[in-house]
């Protein structure tokens, strides 16, 4: 009895079976406990077991030991051998049952490859650099791309390459075909620039590499006349070698540098780019070495006006690289001038306080002193502009909600040099502005 009505029920589930349509995704599949990986819970796919015989996913696994644990998740047991082997039955099993059960939206979990050792990476590092030695561009392209393809595969080969010194080996190949001729060598320095831009940090050996005169040369050229990727990837690693200050003085005195920097803001081709080429110029004119030379080079190449067209209506990131730029630049008396000339200078700025962060507020009110303080033509005249945009009560506000000492000490005395010119000017409620509400 009890047997038929089995029988019945499974003939119904098979007609109900025949009668879904293929690919329907909103039917919720059981994954199998065995194909499940006992740290994430989820679906295996690169099964691998330990010494003590518990299969768990690769991923999970490595986390799980990288994270300083010496023992088995499941059983607790001591790891006699941290040696992972591939468990080819139950991902042969974890792939049928993934095309068994298509139709209900699973894909086929890929066949992984065998992660790289750090043997594999040396060997093709010594390569690299006979390579470099013999001048062969092509063959060392070919294997640089060889690196960047293993990469790809998976983070564990990402680690298992930089943690080989694969960043030092490829600096040093850059120095060498830089120094041959960049011009003849651009293919395989795109790549290897390709390959520095995911190893970073670099370490200080390598980035002593790329810190000389050549590399730098060449990096900049690629800057301002390279195509577009290897544009943004000369300028991520031109802005981790600025984190030095020495690499930062080459950079000032490399012919093109500044035209290089100002291009990637002027014709943007991805934010990424765009905030680190405003990275390198900060550090190239808040520098305690920079000098009113550098910053007057950026001015003359309108930069002043393309800070303040990415201050209009830009996110957070943007617009405090911007401010930081702004403020290096508004040490040198042409920059303030420049600054002052603009119309969109003071009701951006004044806006930008307390509006973005508390680094963004610092920056701005630095700028504000330092145009207001160090004004010598049509005296008073940028101070009252200022009260018209209601800089005031900003910085009124300022001191009200808290901020740093010398944050404090320049609103506190911007306040007192405002505060001369009130009594000539209504600050909001003017005859011009009487029926006007500003969101300040």
Request: aromatic letters at 6%; glycine letters at 6%; a positive charge.
């Amino acid at each position: 009895m009890i047997s038929n009505w089995r029988k019945r029920r499974a003939g119904r589930r098979a007609s109900k079976n025949q009668e879904r349509p293929e690919g329907n995704l909103d039917m919720e599949v059981t994954i199998p406990t065995h194909f499940r990986c006992p740290i994430s819970l989820e679906l295996m796919k690169d099964p691998v077991t330990l010494s003590t015989g518990i299969t768990y996913d690769r991923e999970s696994i490595e986390t799980w030991i990288e994270s300083g644990n010496q023992t088995c998740p499941v059983t607790n047991q001591v790891l006699r051998s941290l040696d992972q082997i591939p468990n080819h039955a139950i991902r042969k099993m974890i792939q049928d049952w993934c095309v068994e059960n298509r139709s209900f939206g699973v894909e086929r979990i890929p066949t992984p490859r065998i992660p790289v050792t750090p043997f594999e990476v040396s060997q093709i590092l010594s390569r690299i650099t006979d390579a470099a030695r013999r001048g062969d561009q092509s063959g060392c392209q070919e294997l640089v791309v060889k690196i960047k393809n293993l990469g790809k595969e998976s983070e564990r080969n990402k680690r298992c390459i930089v943690g080989n010194g694969t960043g030092r080996v490829l600096a040093a190949t850059f120095e060498a075909f830089a120094a041959a001729s960049f011009e003849k060598n651009t293919d395989v320095l795109e790549e290897i620039l390709s390959a520095l831009t995911w190893m970073l940090p670099l370490d200080l050996e390598a980035q002593s590499y790329l810190g000389l005169p050549a590399p730098l040369r060449c990096m900049v050229w690629f800057s301002k006349s390279g195509g577009l990727s290897g544009r943004q990837n000369a300028v991520l690693v031109l802005k981790e070698l600025s984190s030095d200050q020495r690499h930062v003085s080459l950079l000032a005195r490399t012919e093109g540098a500044s035209e290089a920097l100002v291009k990637l803001i002027k014709e943007p081709i991805c934010p990424t780019a765009t905030k680190a080429s405003l990275v390198v110029i900060y550090r190239m004119v808040s520098s305690s070495v920079s000098s009113d030379k550098i910053r007057s080079r950026f001015v003359d190449m309108d930069l002043i006006s393309l800070l303040l067209d990415i201050l209009v209506d830009s996110d957070k990131s943007l617009c405090e690289k911007a401010l930081g730029v702004l403020d290096g630049l508004c040490s040198c008396q042409e920059a303030r001038e420049k600054a002052y000339a603009h119309a969109l200078t003071m009701p951006v700025l004044v806006k930008k306080i307390l509006r973005i962060s508390d680094l963004a507020t610092e920056f701005t009110v630095s700028i504000l002193w330092k145009l207001c303080k160090n004004k010598k033509i049509d005296e008073g005249s940028i101070l009252v502009e200022a009260l018209q945009v209601g800089a005031f009560q900003k910085l009124l506000l300022l001191l009200q909600v808290g901020c740093g000492e010398r944050t404090k000490e320049k609103a506190t005395e911007l306040l007192k040099l405002l505060n001369l010119y009130r009594g000539k000017l209504e600050c909001i409620d003017s005859m011009d502005f009487k029926e006007l509400r500003r969101p300040f």
